[in-house]
């Protein structure tokens, strides 16, 4: 790489810094909608570092775990409550709408709606100074896609509510673990001669994470700010070239790519589904947006936040800094832990609580020679590139057969190789519970007729042992028929991970051994 310090946020947040406007005066509390998103994970640790208090408002509280500090205060509640978002609104001084309803087919416009009325009146009733709204890059005249549709109705909706409204409008994000750039990246890795779309052809102004985080930062001390501004880097690039410029920082042949006027965005988005980790339901919206001229119509924003020093970053640029970030395993937050809409949310229930129900459960116990550190190391870095450490062809099958379902399927991966926190997502599991060094509890988000858990925990005392649990609830009949259907391969998939996770944790000594 380059030599950049990868592990710094982007060297830029003092600048942006509150200082008191009178001796004693207390720190602003700003509401973040959308903290555990993919722009809100990495906007909040700066906002923390210029000196702001934080309050998000979040369904699952115990997703926010990394979040932790005296500075940050988690409300549970859901956005689309109106009651909600009032309480979480309370005292804050400006707000930020980070949230987009992208995974969500069914009823995603009606609800983006509903989310944006209730900032817009909680603001006004709070007497928050300012929102702002990260939106999309779109033409100003003819039809839209319906993502971008609904991300312009937001911006009107909270326009409507008499608090001074930033609207920044971003294109293409490029950075380590945006959905944006994992569909550039794996296209372009997979698929040295590809097929695609006339839209490769139409005009792109990608934006690095970094300067879009720039922008919202200073969003907040810039004067006067109201009304919506376009955000763009300084290169307007076709898609098609967008690809061959992550080949060639990636040391990649030149990709040839034919454009065809009879691929769908319906079709595109199956196509991406199928060759890249991100599923169908969020390549849609994205393959949609770029049927558009996605570029900058004014350089406005100029004048209200000038480019941070040194200017704007380049794409190349952008694309060599993420993939650094992937290199030295510093992904700070990724398009992966996004939660999949219609997932179930419910934690696993206690035992006592299994009374009366039907549950099936696969246990396996295991003694072993390993360290407690050895095999929890091996637990936590399961999944992903490691694997699931047993039949891969297996769980191979199991993931095309989710993706062919619409569901996320084993590309979607994990955020880091070697961390683990709750709500990260590995393949098609999710972090429900992480007790280091001695419980992984894993939630399905597969497509499955009930609700399954998976649990991996590290047992010590004069013998360390290692057990896992597998647990289904099933839902109707179907689900019990599923349950006898999966049952031959237990023996396979499940003894096989036990003694597979035992062997490898071995393998670095015995108990009491450095």
């Known amino acids: ?34 903290a555990t998103g993919y722009i809100g994970g990495r906007l909040l640790p700066r906002l923390l570092n210029a000196g702001y208090r934080v309050r998000v408002l979040t369904r699952r509280p115990e997703r926010a775990g990394g979040l932790a500090s005296p500075d940050v205060e988690v409300v549970k509640g859901d956005a689309a409550d109106p009651a909600a978002v009032r309480r979480a609104a309370e005292g804050a001084r400006f707000a930020y709408h980070l949230i987009h309803s992208m995974t969500d087919r069914r009823n995603f416009q009606q609800r983006d709606r509903l989310i944006a009325r209730n900032v817009a009146r909680a603001a ?12 999309g890059l779109s033409p100003r005249t003819g039809p839209l896609s319906e993502h971008l549709a609904s991300r312009r109705e937001v911006g009107e909706i909270l326009q409507r509510s008499g608090v001074p409204v930033l609207i920044l409008q971003a294109g293409v994000v490029i950075g380590a673990g945006s959905a944006s750039f994992e569909m550039i990246r794996h296209l372009t890795e997979v698929l040295p001669v590809m097929t695609a779309p006339r839209w490769v052809r139409n005009r792109i102004q990608p934006i690095a994470i970094r300067d879009v985080l720039h922008y919202l930062l200073a969003a907040l001390r810039a004067e006067d700010a109201n009304g919506a501004y376009d955000i763009g880097g300084p290169d307007v690039l076709r898609y098609d070239q967008m690809m061959n410029g992550y080949a060639r920082v990636a040391g990649l042949p030149p990709r040839r790519i034919l454009a065809l ?3 769908t965005p319906r079709l595109a988005s199956h196509w991406v589904g199928l060759v890249t980790p991100v599923p169908r339901n969020l390549a849609r919206p994205l393959v949609e947006s770029l049927q558009h001229d996605c570029v900058m119509h004014d350089h406005r924003i100029d004048d209200l936040i000038p480019p941070p020093p040194g200017g704007l970053v380049r794409y190349g640029d952008a694309v060599r800094l993420a993939l650094g970030r992937i290199e030295v395993d510093r992904v700070e937050t990724s398009w992966v832990d996004a939660t999949v809409a219609h997932a179930p949310s419910d934690p696993l229930p206690g035992d006592p609580d299994w009374a009366g129900r039907v549950v099936y459960t696969d246990e396996r116990t295991v003694a072993t020679t390993a360290s407690p550190e050895a095999l929890w190391r091996v637990i936590a870095g399961i999944g992903g590139e490691n694997g699931w450490y047993s039949t891969p062809l297996l769980w191979a099958a199991r993931g095309w057969g989710d993706r062919a379902f619409g569901g996320v399927g084993l590309q979607r991966g994990r ?23 001695r419980l992984l509890r894993l939630k399905a988000e597969m497509r499955l007729p009930g609700l399954a858990w998976l649990d991996f925990a590290c047992e010590t005392g004069k013998v360390t042992r290692y057990r ?24 396979f998939v499940f003894a096989g991970m036990a003694r597979r996770i035992v062997a490898i944790a071995e393998t670095e000594g015995p108990a009491g051994e450095p």
Not at 3 to 23: F, I, K, M, Q
Not at 124 to 135: D, H, M, P, S
Not at 427 to 434: G, K, P, S, T
Not at 468 to 491: D, I, T
């Open 1 to 34: 790489m380059d030599g950049t310090d990868l592990t710094a946020p982007s060297g830029r947040e003092p600048e942006y810094r509150w200082t008191p406007a009178t001796p004693g005066e207390p720190r602003p509390l700003v509401l973040l909608l959308g």
């Open 124 to 135: 006004a009733a709070a007497g928050t100074e300012r929102i702002v709204y990260l939106g």
């Open 261 to 263: 006027p009879v691929l």
């Open 415 to 437: 955020r880091s190789r070697t961390r683990i926190r709750v709500g990260d997502s590995i393949d098609f599991w999710r972090v429900e519970a992480c007790e280091p060094g």
């Open 468 to 491: 896992q649990r597998a647990v289904f609830f099933p839902h109707g009949l179907a689900g019990r028929l599923y349950w006898l259907a999966v049952l031959p391969f237990h023996g």
